[in-house]
């Protein structure tokens, strides 16, 4: 006498239409999670294409604002060609130790 070992492949029903109702089952288990993973990537991707062109307005806008403001035309880090600046001062030479303190 031979038991059946969960390690054998297949339905172990011998009813061929229980065999087929589960083949039928099983493809439509799989062709709906196929379709809405197609719908959820969509719907992902045109959520990402929804915030490209957000922050891509924002950037534009931004640009355009300092583009008619003139203080963002002012670079403060450079000088105008012709503009000369002389600083003058005065220094004094201290010699010493760091000890000395006049209170």
Same mark, same amino acid.
Request: aromatic share 10%; hydrophobic share 50%.
């Given at each position: 006498?031979?038991? =059946? $070992?969960?390690?054998? %492949?297949?339905?172990?029903?011998?009813? @061929?239409? +229980? /065999?087929?109702?589960?083949?039928?089952?099983? /493809?439509? +288990?799989?062709?709906?999670?196929?379709?809405?993973?197609?719908?959820?990537?969509?719907?992902?991707?045109?959520?990402?294409?929804?915030?490209?062109?957000?922050?891509?307005?924002?950037?534009?806008?931004? %640009?355009?604002?300092?583009?008619?403001? @003139? $203080?963002? &035309?002012?670079? &403060? =880090?450079?000088?105008?060609?012709? $503009?000369?600046?002389?600083?003058?001062?005065? =220094? &004094?030479?201290?010699?010493?130790?760091?000890?000395? &303190?006049?209170?």
């Amino acid at each position: 006498m031979v038991r =059946y $070992s969960s390690l054998t %492949r297949g339905f172990p029903a011998g009813n @061929p239409i +229980a /065999s087929a109702l589960v083949i039928i089952v099983g /493809s439509l +288990a799989i062709a709906a999670s196929i379709v809405v993973g197609f719908f959820a990537f969509m719907i992902l991707g045109s959520l990402l294409m929804v915030f490209a062109a957000v922050v891509s307005v924002r950037l534009w806008w931004l %640009r355009r604002r300092m583009a008619r403001e @003139p $203080s963002f &035309h002012a670079n &403060h =880090y450079e000088r105008p060609a012709g $503009s000369q600046q002389t600083i003058e001062g005065e =220094y &004094h030479v201290v010699i010493g130790d760091g000890d000395d &303190h006049q209170d």
